[in-house]
């Protein structure tokens, strides 16, 4: 009884776990330095401009055809307005693979100040990016082709 008793409560946490309120450790890191790397891409659409950053090793990998190096953070600026808005990151780490839904890269969002932004819906950014699996999940993958 006892032990079915315990899988009761753990199947209530694991249904529970979702509709708990994330906390900062679910955003993958903002790299302290992620202005030095690459900026690949500026791209504007309806009063948005996004810069995008990422390592000379990712933009090796788009080149050459091959998907994204273990460790890849790739770091995207919104700015509204003139001002910056917020910033989004991803990054990608083989142990994340079937933990996440969009290969095995996992997402953060930091106000302008460098805090985790917990009021953003990050199963969201899983779920749009899952659309991009053709190019290793990260849409903007072509811009760096030319840099
Ligand atoms: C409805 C679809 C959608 C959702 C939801 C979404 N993204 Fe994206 N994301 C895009 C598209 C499309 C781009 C390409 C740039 C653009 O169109 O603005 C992009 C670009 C990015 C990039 C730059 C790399 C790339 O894929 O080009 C990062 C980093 C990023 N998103 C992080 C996030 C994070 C973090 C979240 C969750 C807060 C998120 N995204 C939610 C569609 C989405």
Redesign the pocket.
Known sequence: MKSSAAFVLLGALSIATPLLAQSASDHVALPDGYRDGVHF?T?E?SG?T?E?FTSPEAIAAAKAGEPFPEGTV???EDFRGGELYRV???EKRAEWEGVSQSGSWR???YTPDGKPNLS???T??????A??SD?D?????D?MLDD
């Open positions: 891409s791209y659409r948005i996004e995008l790739i770091t995207m989004l990151v991803m997402y953060g969002v953003e819906n990050l969201r950014c899983e779920t749009c990016h659309s991009a190019k999940y990260v849409y903007r993958r811009d």
